[in-house]
């Protein structure tokens, strides 16, 4: 479902007939939870469906039969075992998703009416602005280097056997 599309039933049920959250706008913290919700939901989906997959993959392997056999518990079999080790796909969707949910972030200011980068990258768009453009563009990079840079980082945590040097 589009981001665009899901921020306005979101805006419709939550903000106009049950009237429990503003429409839109900066404010207190209420004014952030449409967006983030309409933002993260398809990621979240992803995600789920991507933790569920490889969980079972991971789940069929020898060593969680052996750690089974072990007499380990159920919660130390699936966490320090199976989860550890079906992470590291997960992990590396997440960062690459940081990406769209940069490009994702434009529709959902200007659907929810929040200033942000991606509404002044579209202005600037408009306004024919080209320096505002490429600092945008400048920063989105740097998010989405950072972002990949914190998942090599990551991977050292989930897995010993991964180490730089």
Not at 44 to 64: F, G, H, P
Not at 139 to 158: P, R
């Amino acid at each position: 479902m589009p981001n665009f599309w899901l921020g306005l039933m979101l805006i419709l049920l939550f903000s106009v007939v049950l009237r429990w959250l503003p429409v839109s706008g900066r404010g207190n913290w209420t004014n952030l939870i449409l967006p983030t919700i309409a933002l993260g939901t398809s990621l979240a989906a992803t995600i789920t469906r991507l933790v569920r997959s490889s969980m079972l993959e991971v789940i069929r392997q020898d060593y969680i039969r052996t750690a089974r056999s072990k007499g380990l518990t159920e919660r130390a079999v699936i966490y320090r075992h199976a989860l550890r080790n079906a992470l590291i796909p997960v992990i590396t969707v997440i960062g690459l998703q940081i990406a769209v949910l940069m490009g994702g972030s434009i529709v959902t200011e200007a659907v929810f009416a929040w200033p942000g980068i991606g509404r002044l990258s579209v202005q600037a768009l408009y306004a024919r602005d080209m320096a505002i453009v490429q600092a945008v563009v400048m920063i989105n990079a740097l998010i989405v280097i950072t972002a990949n840079l914190m998942v090599d980082v990551v991977y050292t945590f989930i897995d010993p056997r991964i180490k730089y040097s």
